[in-house]
């Protein structure tokens, strides 16, 4: 029945029938290779099994509201290039009738599956993709024949302590070398637990696990599609990873006595993402164990879940091409002579980045297909690529619609793609390659261009950001009549907000963003409360002549231990003109354990400086400098030339024009300034 002639025989007909047009129908095929050995591409180089230690599948879920009908189907791969995917699509469409501007297929990223693509030192296993495509049309057409009058309904909670930021800054003094032989490697992945040469991590996590129910009109279960930022736990190849693993358990306690139930489990925006948690020491967990607990909160989450049957769907993609990182002459030439030395499968990392420095300068641009879905007020963006935490972030919070998660590794695999001020840190996922090789800006516009998607498929605007200024802390800060308040929040570009009138400041390269402040809190999937991470950059900002009557009020979280040589860094320096006023060193070794937040003022009133901390009076000094007679800038992360940078994490920077009296400087100083 069309829908208008549902609504207009409300009056007559039995309300289950007004709104029965939303249908959902499931399947999960078997993609287990019937043939081994198998190339396994989830390594720098390629690997071969010989048996399969779990079984992979095909996910596939099929919605239709009587106007559109769409399908999302999860393959337990690493990833699926493009062009194979618009292949299976193309028989799709040919079977089902499914416009293939319709259908989204993305892998879940086990890294033991076998090779459907080629990248770095693997190719792809060519026994293994035709079956593969053919099990993919099979789990459609399965999951059509499987329509039934259903409703849905959607969730996010907080599975926060099964995901970890894996990318972490290494100290300034401990910079490694990446297979080009220059020390670029400020960052990089998996940097060993508890490790002393490193600041810190590069981003923030994106905590929420998201669902999506479906049940039948009588409330049987029918499908659950989870979606996760968490990059993959780890196994023996051939392995679904931790994602069969929870699908298989949240089948068995959700599924009920359903046979036609399906769990799916997606890949979110985990890039930098993962479930060690390097700050502490290696947790003896297991694969298995690991899936079962994320299912458990997945199944608590459930519960919660309000059912409705008036669900349309809309969705809408486009294409985008995008540049490549593509060698200059001189790293093409040392490309070819590697190349030339080198067997047919490459044996190390300079061969493998000599071999794709090669594939990139033959095709120097790529098409990626985006898209946006919408499921009643359900938003679901699907990306191509590996994205960070933060990029995730970034669209959820701006999404039109009351919730939305991403879906990577969608409808092709195109590499990484760190936010732009990423790459300056280098490290292994901005190493030009067909798995990191589209141009730095990237991550920039598949954001806006994935935002404008879901404003069309809501038909709404997009949010603004959380106005900075909004929550009760800087309500408290814009009380004390600041002429200058930075939170340090921002996530991306090179302006650093000011909360009081229109003196921003300005990011250096070397400053990354989104990090986790003091208190860290999230409304739905809303980022509050960040803080900024210098890494070699600064932040500048001018600010009126200070004389020599003036407060400064910041939280800081030091990255290097007392021992390292820079721990004595000055976190802020102010100039006027051409003269140092006033430095602020603190160290590492006073009271501030490593990665740990405390909250300072510093007063100044005339020739004496007084120092607060977390509510208590740190120093006294007398002041040998000048007065701030002058326009004076403000350098945050660092000295006004290059003798020093502070490497840790700081915020809520507040500067005024009036010298605290003691009461007012220690109560300031306690604000909010619980540590963790």
């Known amino acids: 029945m069309p829908r208008f002639l549902a609504i207009l025989s409300a009056t007559f007909l039995s309300p289950l029938l007004v709104w029965a047009d939303f249908r959902a129908g499931a399947a999960a095929v078997d993609v287990t290779p019937e043939q081994f050995p198998v190339i396994v591409n989830g390594s720098f180089l390629e690997k071969t099994a010989t048996k399969a230690n779990d079984p992979l599948h ?39 009738r499914i416009p293939t501007e319709r259908m989204l297929i993305s892998a879940t990223h086990t890294h033991t599956a076998p090779a459907a693509m080629g990248c770095l030192g693997s190719d792809a296993d060519p026994k293994y993709g035709e079956y593969l495509q053919r099990q993919i049309v099979r789990a459609v057409r399965q999951a059509i024949a ?45 940097p060993g637990y508890q490790n002393p040469d490193v600041v810190g991590p590069s981003g923030p996590v994106d905590p929420g696990l998201s669902l999506l129910a479906i049940r039948t009109v009588d409330d049987k279960p029918l499908a659950v599609l989870a979606n996760f930022s968490m990059h993959y736990f780890g196994s023996a190849p051939v392995s679904a990873d931790y994602y069969g693993a929870f699908c298989a358990k949240l089948s068995e306690r959700v599924g009920g006595q359903n046979p036609q139930f399906v769990s799916i489990m997606s890949q979110g925006t985990s890039g930098d993402l993962h479930w060690m948690d390097y700050a502490k020491p290696r947790l003896n967990l297991g694969m298995v164990e690991y899936a079962h607990r994320v299912a458990a909160v997945a199944e608590a989450a459930l519960q919660k879940v309000q059912y409705r049957r008036d669900i349309t769907l809309a969705m809408a993609e486009t294409r985008v091409t995008f540049g490549r990182r593509t060698p200059n002459a001189e790293r093409l030439a040392w490309a070819k002579a ?40 359900l938003g679901i963006a699907a990306i191509p690529n590996e994205v960070y935490g933060l990029t995730g972030l970034k669209i959820k919070s701006r999404s039109p619609l009351t919730a939305t998660f991403n879906i990577e590794l969608a409808n092709g695999a195109d590499g990484y793609i760190p936010p732009p001020e990423q790459h300056v840190l280098g490290g292994y996922t901005t190493w030009p390659a067909r798995t990191a090789g589209l141009e730095p800006t990237s991550e920039t516009r598949i954001v806006e261009t994935l935002l404008g998607l879901l404003e069309k498929v809501s038909g709404r605007k997009r949010r603004a950001d959380i106005d900075p200024a909004s929550d009760a802390y800087a309500q408290a800060v814009l009380a004390t009549k600041p002429i200058g308040y930075w939170r340090l929040g921002d996530l991306e570009g090179t302006v650093a907000h000011n909360c009081v009138g229109d003196a921003h400041g300005q990011y250096e390269p070397g400053v990354v963003f989104g990090l986790e402040g003091l208190p860290t809190h999230w409304v739905a999937g809303r980022i509050a409360n960040r803080a900024a991470q210098f890494a070699g950059g600064r932040m500048v900002a001018k600010l009126p002549p200070l004389g020599d009557r003036y407060t400064i009020a910041f939280r800081y979280w030091p990255g290097l231990p ?39 003022v510093l007063v100044r009133d005339g020739a004496k400086t007084q120092v ?30 290059k003798t020093g940078r502070f490497e840790g994490r700081i915020a809520e920077v507040a500067v005024y024009d009036r010298a605290f009296p003691p009461k007012e400087a220690a109560t300031r100083s306690l604000m909010a300034a619980e540590t963790r």
Request: positive net charge; glycine residues 6%.
């Open 146 to 190: 499987n329509l039934a009058p259903a409703q849905a309904g959607h969730t996010v909670t907080d599975a926060g302590a099964f995901t970890n930021c894996r990318r972490w800054i290494f100290r300034s003094d401990k910079v490694k070398t990446d297979p080009f032989g220059f020390p670029t490697m400020r960052a990089h992945m998996h």
């Open 338 to 377: 590697i190349a030339a030395k080198a067997g047919p499968k490459p044996k190390n990392q300079q061969e493998i980045y000599a071999r794709e420095a090669i594939l990139l300068d033959a095709e120097p641009t790529r098409e990626l297909k985006l898209q946006a879905i919408r499921i009643g007020d």
């Open 612 to 641: 607060y901390r977390n509510g208590k009076l740190w120093k006294t000094d007398t002041v040998s400098g000048p007065k701030l007679a002058g326009e004076t800038t403000l350098f945050v992360g660092g000295t006004a030339n």
């Open 58 to 96: 095909a996910r596939a879920l099929v919605l239709d509201d009587g106007a559109t009908r769409l399908a999302l189907v999860v393959v337990d791969s690493c990833m699926m290039p493009r062009e194979f995917l618009d292949q299976t699509k193309a028989l799709i469409q040919n079977e089902t």
């Open 562 to 600: 007392a021992s390292a040589p820079a721990a004595t860094a000055p976190i802020l320096t102010l100039v006027s003109g051409q003269q140092t006023g006033t430095a602020i060193a603190i160290s590492a070794d006073e009271d501030v354990p490593q990665r740990t937040w405390a909250q300072v």
